[in-house]
């Protein structure tokens, strides 16, 4: 007995490949399904603005008004008008020459004049001060010499009232001590200063100069006057062989 199906168009061999492509479909199929996601639509409407044209006011173009014109000020009253008799005197204003001759005396009268006193309030420089400051010693020296006798009586003072400072010796400072001072009114010394290389160079160049003696005052005019003056001080040390 022959069999009815044909062994050539038997459905069942591919049976296999069929359920696998079904299951690939379906799970794939499956995986859509799950990662498909819906999103809400939203609607965004806008509105236009709209913008009217604005009417422009019109402006009424007026005139400036004018203030009205002052009336003009009232005339002046009229002066008085007194009547004078002509038969007034008149007095005349002589004018006498004053132009003169060599012959003619003249006396002048001469009121009498106070001199005032010029009051001398500044300090006046030794250079050129009328009557220099009297060391006492150089009150019997001439005027015109007083200038020099000042000059060594001040480099005596120092040569005898020189000490130099230890600390100085010990350390070796030396140099040159500019000193200013003032002799007063009264001849006594006043407003010290000293500039130098040390402190203790400037205090002992100060100490030389307050122990100078009371002086005469320097006069100008006659009058007691201020007048400044400088000395340089050297402190110099011997070096022993």
Not at 176 to 194: E, L, P
Not at 217 to 228: D, L, N, T
Request: net charge negative.
């Amino acid at each position: 007995m022959k069999p009815k199906k044909n062994p050539n168009h038997d459905l069942n061999r591919y049976s296999g490949i069929f359920f696998s492509f079904g299951l690939a479909l379906t799970l794939f199929l499956s995986w859509q399904a799950i990662e498909w996601k819906n999103y809400r639509k939203k609607v965004f409407d806008y509105e236009r603005l709209k913008v009217e044209q604005q009417e422009e006011e019109e402006i009424p173009i007026t005139d400036h008004l004018k203030p009205p014109t002052p009336p003009p000020p009232p005339p002046p009253a009229p002066e008085i008008i007194h009547v004078v008799d002509n038969e007034v005197e008149i007095i005349k204003t002589v004018i006498l020459s004053t132009e003169t001759n060599q012959d003619e005396i003249i006396f002048v009268d001469v009121e009498h004049v106070d001199v005032i006193e010029e009051f001398i309030d500044e300090d006046i420089p030794f250079a050129i001060i009328e009557d220099v400051p009297i060391f006492p010693g150089c009150e019997d020296v001439p005027k015109t010499q007083r200038r020099e006798c000042f000059q060594e009586k001040i480099d005596q003072h120092i040569r005898r009232t020189f000490e130099y400072p230890k600390v100085a010796q010990h350390l070796g400072i030396q140099g040159k001590v500019y000193v200013s001072f003032v002799i007063a009114k009264d001849g006594f010394i006043v407003n010290i200063r000293s500039r130098g290389p040390d402190k203790s160079l400037t205090q002992e160049a100060e100490r030389i100069i307050i122990a100078l003696p009371q002086m005469i005052p320097g006069k100008q005019r006659g009058k007691p006057v201020r007048v400044p003056f400088s000395v340089p001080i050297t402190f110099r040390l011997q070096q022993t062989p």
